[in-house]
């Protein structure tokens, strides 16, 4: 014969459309799976209804938020979800990030540290606090205003599964990710880098605002650092070689590299012609070039004018061209550095006789100079004399002035001080009434406390009175519909009675099973009435008659304690 069993309707298994799942035949073969799916709804229904998004309390929190994560990372990940993420630092806020360490709150600096146990730890806790986000936003608007509306709440689980699959993808995905991650970091300052080059050229000066600028988006020095040179290279700058003291090497330290100034071509040529062009104002400032100086004011020429000799002739022809130099002597050609070249007013002041003139004149206007010294020198002295008896008398008064002030001032602290006093003591009066308020209100709350537990205590006594009944209507559904269900047999031989026997021992272990399940979850008359169904089956079972009369008592301790709430 067919061994099939009818089961009543589960209130607690509801379609879609909020209506109840129909009963519905089970065969044998079916029944293990059909349960251990049920559980397993069941156990998760459980663990959301009775464990709630928990809240982790472990000491200060750091007012940074990276900081913050660092700290949950040294720790091991999270076991709980921290206090942060509903508080006024919103650190549910990641989810928008496009971070996944972040995402995951993870501190991606840690990677090499961060184990597959950690990632799934977190990966747990975070899609928790967003299931119970979601729970709590179905019933209130306000709730899922504060979390960016219900669209980017039911978004949010699949920005985070996507975080997880990336980081657990392999083994060296978050190498990955954390390269990327500084890429990104360092490209989003590449503008101010740029910004700063504008001119042509880098200075140490420039690599402390960038650095600046880097450490505010989490990047470290040298992180910045090394894009910088990069940039730098990128743009066709090389560095000032006479401050380097030698030819660029890939093999120097990046702070050597950045020590000193770099420039692009352009930048170059023009600081060599103008530091060119200011020795030769010092060198010809008599107005005369001689060419015996020729190999000197080469030397002298640095950077890139200094290894083109055809550009240092042409500027040194232009300069003396446009300070008004000509050629002089036998051969006048335009551009020839082998003759010597003088400007006008120095062809005049060689002459001799202007020369005798010019020298005269400066001997007279030294010997006027020393007469005019002593004479204002006399007259100096005797200024200091009267500044000095003017200066002793503006002291003595300042000094008259500051005792005044002195004597005023003290007066001043005194008043502070008998004030200060009363303040203190009107203030002491105000915490002793505040503090004996709060003692009162302390008190009050305690008292309301206690009302508070002693009424959900009896609620409790309620609601098992309440679940014993709706279980006894399931029974007694139950009970009509197997009435109806099952067919009489009649045991034909000896070989069936014995089977029947084997039949009735094997279910009443699973009717014990399924009254053990139930009673674990509160429902006491149906526990009681599975465990009368293993004594009709196994009337010496012993753990059957145990649960019976386990039940029992707990359903006449709710029923005593239910009759003395309506009393009172």
């Known amino acids: 014969m067919t061994d099939e069993k009818t089961l009543p309707p589960d209130e607690s298994l509801k379609k879609p459309d909020g209506s109840p799942v129909s009963a519905e035949k089970i065969l044998p073969q079916d029944k293990a799976a059909k349960e251990r799916d049920a559980g397993e709804v069941q156990a998760e229904k459980t663990s959301l209804k009775e464990e709630p998004a928990k809240v982790h309390d472990d000491g200060p929190v750091p007012s940074a938020r990276y900081e913050r994560i660092k700290l949950a990372t040294e720790k091991g990940g999270l076991k709980l979800c921290p206090t942060s993420f509903s508080d006024k630092n919103k650190d549910w806020e990641i989810i928008n990030s496009d971070n996944p360490f972040e995402i995951l ?34 019933r209130s608007a306000r709730t899922a205003n504060k979390y960016g509306g219900m669209d980017s709440i039911h978004k949010y689980p699949m920005i985070l599964t996507k975080s997880y699959e990336r980081l657990t993808a392999d083994e060296k995905e978050l190498r990955r990710c954390f390269d990327e991650i500084i890429k990104n970091k360092q490209e989003s300052i590449r503008s101010s880098i740029e910004h700063s080059l504008t001119q042509g050229e880098y200075t140490p000066v420039i690599r402390k605002s960038v650095t600046n600028i880097g450490r505010k988006i989490g990047l470290t020095e040298a992180e910045v650092a090394s894009f910088l040179i990069g940039v730098l290279k990128e743009e066709g700058f090389t560095p000032e070689l006479e401050d380097y003291n030698g030819p660029l090497k890939e093999t120097d330290s990046i702070d050597k590299k950045l020590s000193v100034i770099w420039r692009t071509d352009e930048k170059h040529l023009a600081v060599s012609l103008h530091k060119f062009q200011t020795f030769l104002d010092g060198k010809l400032n008599n107005g ?4 015996k100086d020729y190999v000197s004011i080469t030397e002298a020429a640095t950077g890139f004018l200094k290894n083109d000799a055809k550009k240092l002739k042409t500027t040194l022809i232009d300069y003396l061209k446009e300070k008004s130099f000509k050629p002089v002597g036998k051969f006048k050609t335009g551009n020839d550095l082998t003759v010597e070249w003088k400007t006008n007013w120095a062809k005049r002041t060689t002459h001799p006789l202007i020369l005798k003139v010019v020298i005269f004149l400066g001997v007279v206007v030294i010997i006027a100079g020393l007469f005019y010294a002593t004479i204002e020198k006399e007259e100096t002295q005797k200024r200091k004399v009267e500044v000095r008896q003017a200066i002793e008398a503006m002291l003595k008064a300042e000094q008259e002035k500051l005792k005044a002030q002195q ?13 200060n006093k009363a303040a203190a003591d009107k203030k002491r009066l105000e915490d002793e009434t505040r503090q004996a308020n709060e003692s009162k209100f302390m008190a009050e709350e305690a008292k309301l406390k206690a009302e508070q537990e002693k009424l959900k205590a009896q609620q409790e006594k309620y609601e098992v009175l309440k679940q014993a009944d709706a279980d006894k209507k399931w029974l007694e559904d139950g009970a009509r519909q197997k009435k109806k269900t099952e067919a009489p047999t009649v045991a034909t031989n000896a070989a069936e009675r014995k089977k029947r026997e084997t039949d009735a021992l094997i279910e009443a272990r699973q009717y014990l099973k399924d009254g053990i399940d139930y009673f674990n979850k509160g429902r006491l008359l149906v526990c009681i009435e599975q465990m009368k169904e293993v004594l009709k089956r196994d009337p010496n079972n012993a753990e059957a008659r145990s649960y019976i009369d386990k039940s029992q008592a707990k359903i006449d301790e709710a029923n005593s304690e239910f009759e003395k709430l309506i009393i009172k």
């Open 288 to 291: 005369i070039y001689n060419p």
């Open 407 to 419: 004597e005023k001032l003290k007066a001043e602290q005194e008043k502070n001080e008998t004030l």
């Open 105 to 138: 709150y993870l501190d991606y600096r840690a990677y090499a540290s961060i184990s597959r146990t950690m990632i799934d730890g977190n990966f747990v806790v975070i899609k928790k606090f967003w299931a119970d986000v979601n729970s709590d936003a179905m």
